[in-house]
């Protein structure tokens, strides 16, 4: 083997062990540790839908962001949000979180409302989740949806995994 080869190697095994030295310390920089979670007892799977969980998708989050390329390979800033609704109008729609984030986001035409609903539908005080674009400092709403209430969801129910049908039946191949 070759003098080069060997340093290349050499080096590079030299510079994997120092950033995984590095990631592994990380965790030991923090000044207050999250203690372990202890296990409760488990729920039956139905009793609460994915996005309703805490910590689950994006939906479960209280509100947040996140980038992705849309369909001309551009770089998209996508913010999400989940609380009570505390102004409405044909043309905004103001949210305030648990923790007391609150923000207005803009509606227009190409907003949807779940269960084609109209925007004013909602009123103050409605919990909804909301996803859409942001642009500087203005957010722009995409979706607009109501959270299921309890006992709305039914066994085998799958509403929010947008390719199954809602009868607990996943799509396949069409057989001839």
Known sequence: MGRKFITGVAVGAT????????????????????????????????????????????????????????????????????GQVTAVSETSLTVRSEDGTTWTWTVNGDTRVARNEKITSLKAGDTVRVAGTRSGETRTAAFVGKPPADGDRKKGDRRGHGHWRGDGERPGPQRS
């Open 15 to 82: 510079a994997a062990g120092i950033a995984g030295g590095i990631i592994a310390g990380v965790p030991a920089l923090a000044a207050d540790p999250a203690p372990s979670p202890t296990r409760s007892a488990e729920r039956p799977h139905t009793e609460r839908p994915h996005a309703e969980r805490p910590g689950r998708g994006a939906f479960g989050a209280l509100h947040g962001e996140f980038t992705v390329k849309d369909k001309d390979g551009r770089y998209v800033l996508r913010d999400v949000q989940r």
